[in-house]
């Protein structure tokens, strides 16, 4: 009975994804869900990447927490749009709480859509969004040991961006195991060393957002900022 209710909840929300992908393709914006454990450097990510970001085009945002609007204060101002959902005690966000922030969005005058999800690595892996990408961010001061645990997010990973690189020498860290680890369960997802602080593997983000944006959202584009 319980694995039937599980099921279903499952199957609702793939429902929903599968109209967010239609609303987003029709749209003509990348979306690009960004997951990761608390702290782990998601908000601080979108403060670099959407400035960056404006010679390509505008950028929108929607932030999931448990409580606050804190995130969503901190990319109001380089953002076209933000909307933050509050999920109360979920540890993620579910493709309904997507559907119901779409109205209130201009999608189609957005080139990026970045969902910053719940700070979890196991359930917002289980729940699809509509979502075109999925890019977890694993921070140097979690461990080396972090992929293994978490399977089902680093399996389902279009990019991982190993966050705070800047700091490796302050942890003993073995970065051919985390690579090791990715490769038994995601043979394709780009592994970048990633540093917010540095700067460093921003330039391999940034190409591999307007790569991805060329081949995922292409003919569908409106192109309205070209
Ligand atoms: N050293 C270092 N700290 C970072 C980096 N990225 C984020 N942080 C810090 O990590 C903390 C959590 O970052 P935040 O973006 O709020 O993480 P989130 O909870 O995943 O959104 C903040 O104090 C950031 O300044 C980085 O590349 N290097
Ligand atoms: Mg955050």
């Known amino acids: 009975m ?3 209710v599980v099921k279903n909840v499952l199957q609702a929300n793939d429902i929903v994804a599968a109209k967010n992908r239609q609303v987003f393709q029709e749209a003509g914006v990348l979306a690009v869900n960004l997951i990761s454990s608390p702290g782990s450097g998601k908000t ?7 400035p960056a970001l404006a010679d390509q085009g505008p950028s929108i945002v929607i932030v999931g927490d448990l409580q ?9 101002d380089s953002a076209f749009q933000v909307t933050q959902i509050n999920t109360g005690m979920s540890c993620h966000l579910y493709a309904n ?3 119901e922030s779409l109205p209130g969005l201009e999608l189609a005058q957005a080139y ?3 969902i910053e999800n719940v700070g979890n690595l196991v359930c917002p892996g289980e729940f699809d969004l509509g979502e075109n990408l ?3 961010l694993l921070s140097i001061p979690e461990g080396d040991d972090k992929v293994a645990k978490y399977p089902t997010v680093f399996r389902a990973a279009d990019m991982v961006l190993l966050t705070k690189i800047d700091l490796l020498g302050a942890f003993s860290y073995d970065l051919a195991r985390v690579e090791n680890d990715l490769r038994k369960l995601n043979p394709t997802a780009p592994l970048v060393p990633f540093s917010a602080t540095t700067g460093q593997g921003m ?4 190409g591999w957002l307007a790569e991805q944006r060329k081949t995922k959202v292409g003919a569908q584009a409106r192109f309205i900022h070209e």
């Open 203 to 206: 330039g391999e983000w940034l």
């Open 134 to 136: 999925k890019v977890i």
């Open 97 to 99: 709480q997507i559907a």
């Open 44 to 50: 601080t990510l979108l403060e670099k990447t959407i």
């Open 2 to 4: 319980k694995i039937n």
């Open 112 to 114: 990026f859509l970045f």
């Open 68 to 76: 606050t609007t804190r995130d969503a204060e901190r990319v109001a």
